[in-house]
């Protein structure tokens, strides 16, 4: 009830967008076989199959213009962060889309509540969208769109990597640290996803070893559907979910203020020494790990399936 009441509160909170895709395929994927395949860039002829709800606005980008020929690879890794370049907002798709502050978060979380009987958000389901018009597009030889959807579809997987996607934050703080006060846990649960997941991009952008290492460690999980291995990763890392979240604030215990706190990416390099930031950089790396071995398992998936 009170986590209830709680996501009630974040309604209109703007959801933060997970920006480490682009890294975190970059890593996960290049030990995968078979992705040095040229594909040629073509137009989008999918507006027939895919008639799903869009953002109106959102407006097709074409990267990669510099280079002479594109690889399957480079596909994947450039739009892993695509669905979160306006495809999803400004969409009324659930009555209960308020809940995770909108269309975006809708489409790109899973938070589940007495031990995961109720879920709110479709990620899992938008990840099994864009594999099923992947495998579409194989068909009909269009590579680079199988690819690109391909890429759409690890993007919502890999959401459900992120243990902050999974709990927006543990119920025992509100109820006892907040002393019920939504406001209160409200904004030290957003300044706590903020600035731990710009803290991971500002590692991976700056290599950090451990992380990379994370990432390419190596493993393949296999699953039955997408949107299955979708849920499965978004339970593996909820038990994480609470630790991290406390860790954080053991780390920085400047964003328990009740006021909204951004950290500069400058600020990130500090604190080793913290006996708890061991602690977190594991817990980071266990999730980077998984949400590696997820995203190998997709696209293994997809090329036994159909290359
Ligand atoms: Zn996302």
Request: hydrophobic letters at 40%; glycine letters at 6%.
């Amino acid at each position: 009830m009170f986590l209830l009441l709680f996501l009630f509160w974040l309604r209109g909170t703007p959801v933060q967008a997970w920006n480490g895709h682009k890294q975190i395929s970059a890593h996960a994927l290049s030990s995968v076989q078979g992705l040095d395949q040229v594909v040629e860039k073509t137009p989008y002829t999918y507006d027939i199959v895919d008639n799903e709800q869009y953002n109106p606005s959102f407006e097709l980008k074409y990267l990669l213009k510099e280079l002479p020929e594109i690889r399957a690879y480079d596909v994947l890794v450039s739009y892993a962060q695509e669905p979160d370049w306006g495809l999803d907002s400004d969409l009324e798709l659930h009555t209960l889309q308020i809940l995770t502050g909108g269309s975006q978060g809708w489409r790109h979380q899973r938070y589940t509540i007495f031990g995961g009987q109720i879920a709110f958000g479709t990620a899992p389901q938008r990840a099994q969208h864009f594999y099923d018009l992947a495998q579409y597009a194989y068909s009909l030889g269009d590579t680079y769109w199988a690819y690109r959807f391909l890429s759409r579809s690890m993007h919502y997987l890999q959401d459900m990597g992120q243990p902050l996607h999974s709990l927006p934050l543990p119920t025992a703080d509100f109820v006892f640290q907040h002393k019920l006060s939504l406001k209160k846990a409200a904004r030290v649960g957003e300044n706590v996803h903020h600035n731990l997941e710009s803290f991971i991009l500002s590692q991976l952008t700056g290599e950090r070893q451990s992380f990379i290492d994370a990432l390419e460690v190596g493993g393949t999980k296999s699953f039955g559907s997408v949107s299955q291995g979708a849920v499965e990763l978004n339970q593996a890392v909820r038990p994480m979910a609470e630790r991290q979240y406390f860790l954080v604030l053991k780390v920085w215990p400047d964003l328990a203020e009740p006021t909204s706190i951004r950290m500069n990416f400058s600020n990130y390099a500090p604190n080793e020494t913290n006996p708890h930031m061991e602690e977190l950089l594991s817990i980071i790396g266990d999730s980077l790990t998984l949400t590696a071995q997820y995203s190998r398992g997709l696209i293994e998936k997809f090329q036994a399936e159909n290359c």
